[in-house]
């Protein structure tokens, strides 16, 4: 009896040692760290590169949007006939154009030789004019302005293509956070099944013994197949997570790999206002908010330019003569004015009010968003600290737990508890080992939603405040070597691209 006394003893005391550490591997492999698998995904993954593209076009949209400044070559050359004449005769005519957008002035010098209906004889003519705008787009008013809305636009695009990293960032490390954890939960679900099979091979030894009764036995064995159950639910969730982290990194073959412990995430520095007040000023979401008060406010001035009447002045030079060199030739100067006004302009009254509307309208959704983000992050704030003190609390009820099954084992091995109340401190020191787990990653969860949402995820040249370390918390996610390797994978995307898509890279 003293023999079995002393087995149960030091099988109890391989499982608190097995608990109170760092669970061992259940399938040993190379690990795969999250700085890594960030590393892999930026580097690989079709879908960043298929939020990164649309960066490609924003280079073009002035040229897109604004009128076009090209000088324009205009050549028409005909035959004429004139069958009551009985005489024939070409015609030739070439021009140039150029509109200059940012001032209006719109410039045109053409050339015209042959005969006409009225005269056989060849002659030639020479031409200059110009239009300058005075009142609708007077000076190019209109066309500067919409350089502005423009530019905004794009400003406001990348910022939109910047979050979109950050937020495809975001469920990259929450993939990683759901791996790690199943794969935790998955090697307590296999240790525990490891430890109750001990733990009926210990109750068949006590049973051969006649210490223990054959109901004991079928206890132990019906909890040995409750774990074996949950082990196997465990393995499939975690299987699961493994072939969404290895289609992440687009892998194909066989992924052995495991993930390692993510670094312990540090407390949020500062108290909540300082740090909301901190996002207020500096972070892209009210960046693009301003922006966008702006952009409708350009846009309420251009549909009032519209309003206007086109008034231009107008200037022309034109010299004529005989045949294809002018010969004696006349000049013609002409200088005056050209007025378009239509009467009651429903329509462009009509954009214009709507453009006051939606001006109106987009004050009022930076002022909702402001107390609507305000309120968010007030809740995940304290969400945060909640999981911070839960995780505290499932320290000390693992230190419990651990202690109390020690004192079962020995008070069981003495007769003093039943298997019941033993099997109970098993189940409990498990539960809270599964608690811990649940409780380090829903906090880590958590600190990256607040990063994501006050945009310190991803935090672009020049924006950064200087006075701010860029590790927040203790992951090497925000270290500056990893976001190195980032920036020169996202220097490299528009080659892979034209490698995708078969245009050839760029030489440098």
């Known amino acids: 009896m003293r023999k079995t006394r002393l087995s149960l003893i030091l099988f109890a005391a391989c499982v608190l040692t097995a608990g109170a550490g760092q669970a061992g591997a259940v ?48 050549v028409k050359q005909q035959h004429e006939f004139y069958p009551n004449q009985d005489r024939d005769s070409p015609d030739t005519t070439v021009g140039l154009s150029k509109l200059f957008p940012y001032t209006g002035t719109e410039a045109e010098v053409s050339y015209e030789a042959g005969a006409s209906l009225g005269s056989a004889r060849e002659s030639g003519e020479l031409s200059f004019s110009i239009a300058q705008p005075i009142a609708e787009n007077a000076f190019g008013r209109s066309t500067r302005l919409l350089d502005k809305i423009v530019g905004l636009e794009v400003e406001v695009a990348r910022h939109q293509i910047t979050e979109a990293y950050e937020d495809y960032l975001a ?15 998955y ?71 495991i993930p390692a412990r993510p670094p312990v995430a ?96 987009q004050k009022l959704i930076t002022t909702n968003t402001y107390y609507r983000i305000y309120t968010q992050l007030q809740n995940l704030d304290l969400q945060i600290e909640r999981e911070k003190n839960l995780g505290k609390i499932a320290d000390e009820r693992i230190t419990l737990a651990v202690s109390i099954l020690e004192d079962e084992t020995e008070n069981y091995s003495f007769g003093k508890v039943t298997l019941n109340d033993y099997i109970q401190a098993f ?13 380090d990653v829903t906090y880590r969860k958590l600190v990256v939603e607040w990063l994501r949402l006050t945009d310190q995820l991803v935090t672009p040249a020049g924006v950064a405040r200087q006075d701010r370390s860029p590790q927040l918390f203790g992951t090497a996610l925000v270290n500056p070597d990893v976001w190195q390797r980032l920036r020169r994978a996202l220097a490299a995307l528009p080659e892979r691209i034209g490698e995708v898509f078969g245009r050839p890279p760029a030489h440098q």
């Open 427 to 439: 189940n409990d020191l498990d539960s809270n080992r599964f608690n811990k787990i649940e409780r």
């Open 171 to 185: 469920t990259v490390m929450l993939a990683y956070y759901d791996w790690y954890a199943d794969y935790e939960n």
């Open 27 to 74: 399938d040993d492999g190379p690990t795969l760290s999250m700085d890594e698998f960030i590393t892999l995904t930026t580097a690989r993954d079709t879908e960043f590169e298929a939020i990164l593209i649309d960066e490609l076009t924003l280079k073009y949209q002035k040229d897109l949007r604004l009128p076009a400044r090209d000088l324009v070559l205009s």
């Open 266 to 361: 540090a407390d949020l520095p500062g108290e909540f206002k300082q740090r909301f007040q901190t996002f207020h000023d500096d972070s892209r979401t009210f960046s693009i908010l301003n922006k966008l008060e702006n952009l409708s406010s350009l846009e309420v001035a251009r549909e009032a330019d519209d309003l206007l009447p086109s008034i231009n002045l107008i200037a022309g030079y034109t010299v004529s003569g005989d045949d294809y060199g002018i010969d004696n030739e006349d000049n013609f100067v002409y200088a005056g004015i050209e007025l378009e006004w239509p009467f009651g302009d429903q329509v462009d009254k009509a954009e214009y009010e709507v453009s006051q509307i939606a001006d109106d309208r």
């Open 187 to 257: 090697q307590i679900s296999r240790r525990s099944y490891e430890e109750n099979l001990k733990l009926l091979d210990n109750m068949n030894e006590r049973a051969n013994q006649k210490i223990a009764l054959p109901i004991d036995v079928n206890k132990v064995k019906l909890q040995v197949l409750s774990r074996q159950e949950r082990m196997i639910e465990f393995e499939e969730r975690y299987r699961n997570s493994t072939n969404v982290i290895a289609r992440m990194i687009r892998r194909t073959d066989d992924f052995d790999f």
